[in-house]
């Protein structure tokens, strides 16, 4: 049973250009979370989604930042515009329906330069 | 401000030892989950506890949630240096079944040298 998968593991962006994650969740699973983890800050959450919809985004930055949960495929987390204070660790979580046990992908990490 | 307060930030400790991390909240909690999380890798889930009062003991892990759910501990027996990791609480916000965000406590770093 494959755990929850993230892509690519590192990537690398100068700025201004567009960074683009991916996140499968686990089998099953139909509820994905977003974090991103600063050094000394700890993880913070961005936003919620379910298939097609986006249940919370308070976390997230209104602008450059959007996130997606199509139909089909994985979860998007886009960044436009990538600034040096977006390098960070960022995070997918999955879980099942009915209990709040999140499961995380190994990251993604994002360095802007 | 940091809605879950992790103590110790930083544990250095012998092979063999006992300790406890605790993780301390003003805010109630419908669940409670720990996680180690390893350089360069994501949180794993160790535990999640539920009900104010519980105990759950994973080997040599016991983990206790307070009986009004706004803390929790964990305690390891007779460390060894593959529990070095960074320990993260996290808790579900009180608000029935939102089932959403987790609020994350900063960590303790443990470190059991040989």
């Known amino acids: 049973n494959a755990g929850v998968m993230q892509n690519p593991r590192h990537l690398v962006r100068r700025r201004g250009q567009e960074a683009r994650l991916r996140c499968s969740p686990m089998?099953?699973?139909?509820?994905v979370y977003w974090y991103r983890q600063l050094p000394e800050e700890g993880l913070k959450f961005m936003v919620y989604l379910q298939k097609e919809n986006i249940i919370d985004e308070s976390g997230m930055p209104k602008e450059r930042f959007s996130a997606e949960f199509p139909k089909e495929g994985p979860s998007i987390l886009r960044i436009q515009q990538v600034v040096r204070g977006d390098s960070a660790a960022y995070f997918c979580a999955s879980r099942q329906a009915t209990y709040n046990e999140q499961f995380f992908g190994p990251g993604t990490r994002l360095t802007v330069l | 401000t940091q809605l879950l307060e992790q103590s110790p930030q930083f544990l250095s400790i012998q092979e063999g030892e006992n300790l406890t991390v605790y993780c301390n909240s003003s805010s109630v909690f419908s669940s409670l989950q720990w996680y180690r999380q390893e350089p360069g890798e994501g949180p794993v889930l160790l535990v999640t506890?539920?009900?104010?009062?519980e105990v759950k003991k994973l080997k040599r892990l016991t983990f206790q949630f307070g009986d009004a759910r706004k803390d929790s501990s964990l305690h390891i027996t007779a460390a060894q240096p593959g529990d070095t990791g960074l320990y993260l609480c996290?808790?579900?916000?009180?608000?029935?079944?939102?089932?959403?965000?987790?609020?994350f406590g900063r960590g303790t770093q443990l470190t059991v040298w040989p």
């Open positions: 506890v539920v009900t104010g009062g």
């Open positions: 089998k099953g699973h139909s509820h």
């Open positions: 996290a808790g579900d916000s009180d608000r029935g079944s939102t089932l959403g965000r987790l609020y």
